[in-house]
């Protein structure tokens, strides 16, 4: 006798990057930030602990106002969460239920179809065109979808898709899209400013990567307050703590180190993406803190496996009817030195 919802069994469930907790290793398979905070992040935290006896304030009000001034809206367009996997999560529970369709981009985020799963909602796999870009399938009306996800940049690819052609799909949707632009501090462009121009365009934004706090779980979204006021019905009661609340505004409000940082991160990929072309990997003009990697009549399987043999993590990914290849993070500048050593001893 089983208590589990057939659904949850028959689940395969996300499978995160690997963690190893022993610190031995070169990572640069989960798209981390590889350099430390800004200090003003271990201040605030300082600063934070005597309030640690109280309840937090349930809808971060002072982040809010941070990024609210950051991205000149009201406090009532941001949300506040856990992680942006937490945003991704709220927003699904409130738009999409039972039976109902989620539409996904393919390959992308894998975490987009397992929250699909736990809804017990179906969910529509668009295929990307051979060079990334969108088919016109993505932004279609038929199947009545409630909530399509575009992650921009994409994972594993770190591809674009320009603000324009976003607000384009928008437009022809029938449902609200959400812009997931966790690695969108390292692009070009980004669709913020499309949210006053489209109810239905709603932006998910992470800490994790570009301000270097992915062990602190913090995230926001940008919406109009409309819909806003409906996901706070869903998230829990206290979503996010007085550390990584504190932390978060922080972080937030010290744009130099934000700059500096970016640009370090910015010369180390230019040089992951000539360094691999190098060694006769195709790679994609990332906008990410990542580069993606396949090697044409050779398996990278063993590359990675061989690599990790040597306590050096990059992520293998293999997609069914897509293909394999190596995603590989931005990493400090000594960190890339040693992943270049045995990569090319290896091969």
Sequence with gaps: MSFIRPQIEAMAGYVPGEQPQDGAFIKLNTNENPYPPSP???????????????????????????AAELWGVGPEWILCGNGSDDILTIVTRTLVGEGQLLRLLYPSYILYRTLAELQGAR??????????????????????????????????SGTVVPPEQVLEIAERLTCPLLVDEAYADFAET???????????????????????????????????????????????????DALS?????????????????RAKILATRRRLLREMQALGFVTVDSQANFTWNTLPGRAVKPLYEELKRRRILVRYMDYSGWGDGLRVSVGTEEEVDVFFEELKRII
């Design 123 to 156: 969910f529509e796999e668009v295929h990307f065109n051979a060079d990334w870009s969108l088919p016109p399938r993505f932004g279609a009306a038929e199947g009545s979808p409630r909530l399509a996800f575009l992650a921009n940049p994409n994972s594993p």
């Design 190 to 240: 980004n669709c913020v400013a499309l949210i006053r121009e489209s109810e239905k365009i709603m932006v998910a934004r992470s800490l994790s990567k570009s301000y270097a706090l992915a062990g602190l779980r913090f995230g926001y979204l940008i919406a109009q307050p409309h819909l806003i006021e409906q996901f706070v019905k869903v998230k829990d009661s206290y979503n996010c």
């Design 40 to 66: 003003a992040v271990a201040e605030a935290i300082r600063e934070a602990l005597p309030r640690l006896k109280k309840y937090p304030d349930p809808f971060a009000g002072v982040f809010r106002r941070k």
């Design 245 to 261: 609340i504190a932390a978060a505004t922080a972080a937030l409000g010290d744009q130099e180190w934000h700059r500096e940082n």
